[in-house]
């Protein structure tokens, strides 16, 4: 009976436009946030670099989305960058994790970054509505070692 109530307060809260971007649920309830009726999304063109304290690029960083389930949606390559595109999302967060332990230059801590740490540019503009627009969403992103 407690998980119905949580449904259906979910359910309310998202027709109203209530989710928590730093949580991850809506208004406290555990149920993950995705993009829904009366929640503002945009589109996001992401073109990050991924480096370590020094500017040295870091190669198999996992970027992972957090209102996909914490799917991984790309991963840093050779040169630490990370090309991808986030279609209908409300991007409030992504983390950065190293999955390959010591190889490419060492144990990173996790990273947690939102649209705030990027530079955006709105390419197109939204509808006056829900729909933001679509954004280029750059910069450089360092990790910091595990000690």
Not at 87 to 96: A, G, I, K, T, V
Not at 99 to 109: C, L, Q, S, V, W
Request: proline share 1%; hydrophobic share 30%.
């Amino acid at each position: 009976m407690k998980n119905k109530w949580k449904t259906v307060i979910a359910w309310l809260a998202g027709l109203a436009g209530l989710t928590s971007c730093e949580s991850g649920d809506i208004l406290g309830t555990g149920i993950s946030g995705a993009v829904m009726y009366g929640t503002p999304y945009a589109d996001y063109d992401v073109n990050i670099v991924i480096t370590d304290e020094n500017g040295n690029p870091i190669e198999g960083i996992s970027v992972r989305e957090n209102y996909h389930e914490g799917k991984e949606v790309a991963r840093s390559g050779k040169s630490g960058k990370v090309k991808m595109y986030l279609e209908h999302s409300n991007f409030c967060r992504m983390s950065l994790i190293d999955i390959d332990g010591e190889a490419n230059g060492g144990e990173f801590e996790d990273l947690s970054i939102s649209e705030q740490d990027l530079n955006l540019k709105q390419t197109k503009k939204g509808d006056k509505s829900w729909y933001k627009g679509r954004f280029d969403a750059t910069g450089t992103v360092k990790m910091t070692k595990k000690k």
